[in-house]
């Protein structure tokens, strides 16, 4: 039965609404809208669509709110059931529409550039860029914000800022930052944001600078598209001092929403910041975290450590504070090869993890502090399970690297290398891992070579890098080469491997007294390192008239060896350095000791077959030393290299005539 027009005039608009059905169907049309879009937000994110689909789908759901109610009126009252043909015909169109949009959208990325550049010739002779140079769509760098307060003395913040901003990125899944390391070669440097992007291998750069004044602070950012230079997205924060942890956090949030991710529940427990109660102490413990990353000799590290504890004095349960302290330890050591270092390191990392065990970078600490003690099993189990959540992480990868390396275990320990590589290609402490691993456990020299020079063109800057092309070039019996490159990193940074490895080329010259003037001064910047005091014993060796003086410094490395070894009990280099400097110092007993262990230890180790050749052959052990020789050059030490040893010459025409081409022998470095 229909209405009368005499009961539709009596009857109110929002009855005749209901009547018709137009409230039941709009709300229920509302909330089938709201789960398609959420549904679609959801796919988006998971299937890396872009963020237009959500656009387009929410702009059609908002222009078929009027046919669901214009449908209502007329379909909503029980008397007409039917659909007309122009209706049906209207829902098909914009069916097809939302169809067409999400096929045409919904496609991955990769895809639709795919077929762009399928229809554009390619110019003659163009060839495909290097993996490094194509990076992901979901990549990034952060590099140090801008000190512009006027009065100076704030740039540690926006370093620390900018440290703190990519570990807080790097835990979004699906993003990959760019290692700090890296990022921070670019500090100081007007480059292009588009060869910034290139060299790193990120697709964005997160730039901007930072303003503090007294308890006012003023943080401006950018994320700049490195393809074409152009801004994705940009905002300035005007803040109180107290809110710098709530700045964080709202950028790294900002920067995911610009690269269309959609933060799971998870992502953001994540991205919270760990607590932070006391802000003087997390100030000190950013002024720490820059001289650190600074710390290219004692002073600055102490500067290091003295704001970590600080930090920690005014907040002990800050867990950063301790992870930096971690970390200084494990730098420490390297220089002071006391271990008491080592174990103050390894207090540090594990306090830091039981307040937060979040902080990947303590856990890494935690696995090189192992592999600089020779703890090699607990340092792959720490890799291993890292690498079960960071796969991608070119740092994670080095650790296992190196952990693996050390336990000859090379096939293995290559994959890693290159792994890290390839996961972060502008990374270039990755290179010199991998160059590392190339020169001293595989014995290719001259692909060491060639990975070391990528090193030195991603940070030109980088004193290690120079340090250790110069000794692939030694290795390779470049000695002016290599000693250009050794003067150009101490040019950079006075560090003892640098100067130790100028001593040794001068050595391998002949030139003794100029060796000895260039190891006096690694063993000034490293006092307590029983190797620096041990190439100074041999330059003194050699230089007329001086021999009586030599043997007292080789006391004195005998003495230094003893924390190493104690640590570290299993390295056989340290033995046969021990039975050759207790040689020369006339001590048989324990001469003989370091012998039978580096034998025992040091079957694989082509630098210890070496030493201990030396130690044989000043013996009268002919035999014995040959045998060594021949090890030696078969683990990767070079003819040439052992022809420059004095004690080992007269002996060398009684090898085969076919030498090895590769070798090991100079002091890694970086």
Request: with cysteine; net charge neutral; glycine share 8%.
């Amino acid at each position: 039965m229909t209405d009368t027009p005499t009961e539709r005039a009596h009857e109110g608009a929002w009855a005749r609404l209901r009547h018709h059905k137009v409230v039941q169907w709009t709300l229920a049309y509302g909330a089938a809208a709201y789960t398609l879009l959420h549904v679609v937000e959801m796919l988006s994110g998971a299937l890396e669509w872009p963020h237009v689909i959500v656009r387009v789908v929410t702009l059609l759901l908002l222009l078929g709110l009027p046919v669901a109610t214009t449908l209502a009126w007329f379909h909503g009252h029980k008397a007409q059931q039917r659909v007309s043909g122009p209706e049906l015909a209207l829902l098909t169109l914009l069916l097809v529409a939302a169809g067409a949009v999400l096929w045409i959208l919904g496609r991955p990325v990769h895809e639709r550039t795919t077929a762009r550049v399928a229809t554009q010739a390619p110019a003659p002779g163009a060839r495909e860029a290097p993996a490094w140079q194509r990076p992901d769509d979901k990549s990034l760098a952060v590099l140090p914000l801008v000190d512009m307060t006027p009065t100076g003395g704030n740039a540690y913040f926006g370093d620390g800022l900018s440290e703190e901003l990519s570990a807080q990125l790097a835990r979004i899944p699906g993003v990959r930052v760019s290692a700090r390391t890296s990022a921070f070669e670019f500090k100081g440097k007007n480059v292009d944001v588009r060869r910034i992007g290139e060299a790193l291998g990120v697709r964005y750069v997160l730039e901007g600078s930072v303003r503090r004044d007294d308890n006012r602070l003023r943080v401006t950012v950018q994320l700049i598209d490195s393809d074409n230079g152009y801004h994705v997205w940009a905002e300035t924060y005007d803040r109180e001092w107290r809110d710098v942890i709530a700045v964080q956090e709202d950028i790294s949030r900002k920067v995911a929403y610009a690269l269309k991710i959609v933060l799971t529940p998870e992502a953001e427990r994540r991205l919270r910041h760990g607590q932070v109660t006391n802000l003087d102490a997390y100030d000190r413990y950013l002024a720490g975290a820059s001289a650190l990353r600074q710390a290219g000799g004692q002073a600055q590290l102490n500067i290091a450590v003295e704001e970590f504890r600080q930090a920690l004095q005014l907040d002990p349960g800050l867990a950063q504070a301790y992870a930096g302290l971690c970390q200084a330890g494990i730098r420490k050591y390297y220089w002071t090869s006391v271990n008491s270092d080592v174990a103050a390191a390894e207090t540090a990392c594990r306090q830091a993890l039981e307040i937060d065990p979040t902080l990947k970078e303590t856990e890494i600490a935690l696995g090189n502090l192992y592999l600089r003690s020779g703890r090699q099993e607990q340092a792959e189990a720490i890799f291993r399970g890292l690498v079960q959540r960071f796969p991608n992480d070119a740092e994670v990868q080095v650790g296992l690297g190196r952990s693996l390396a050390h336990q000859h275990r090379n096939s293995e320990a290559e994959q890693a290398f290159r792994t890290a590589v390839d996961a972060e290609p502008g990374y270039w402490a990755g290179y010199m891992a991998l160059g590392n691993f190339l020169m001293y456990e595989a014995a290719r020299t001259a692909e060491a070579t060639e990975v070391y020079r990528r090193a030195t063109q991603l940070a030109p800057g980088n004193a290690g890098a120079l340090n250790n092309l110069g000794a692939a070039l030694i290795f390779q019996q470049r000695l002016e080469d290599a000693a250009a490159a050794f003067e150009k990193s101490l040019a950079i940074e006075p560090s003892f491997d640098a100067r130790s490895n100028l001593g040794t080329v001068y050595y391998a010259l002949g030139r003794y007294e100029d060796a000895l003037r260039q190891y006096e001064s690694a063993e000034a910047l490293a006092p307590l390192d029983p190797t620096m005091v041990g190439n100074r014993a041999d330059a003194l060796w050699m230089v007329p008239g001086r021999r009586g003086e030599s043997k007292r410094v080789y006391q004195r490395a005998i003495d230094l060896l003893g924390d190493p070894l104690k640590l570290d009990p299993t390295n056989a280099v340290l033995w046969a350095q021990l039975a050759h400097y207790c040689s020369r110092a006339g001590q048989s007993e324990c001469a003989a000791e370091g012998q039978v262990r580096a034998e025992a230890l040091g079957q694989q180790d082509g630098t210890a077959q070496f030493v201990l050749a030396g130690y044989y052959a000043e013996r009268g052990d002919d035999p014995a030393a040959i045998r060594a020789m021949l090890r030696a050059e078969k683990l990767g030490v070079p003819r040439a290299w052992i022809e420059s040893d004095l004690s080992l010459r007269r002996l060398v025409p009684r090898l085969p005539t076919s030498p090895s081409a590769e070798g090991r022998s100079a002091r890694e470095g970086g």
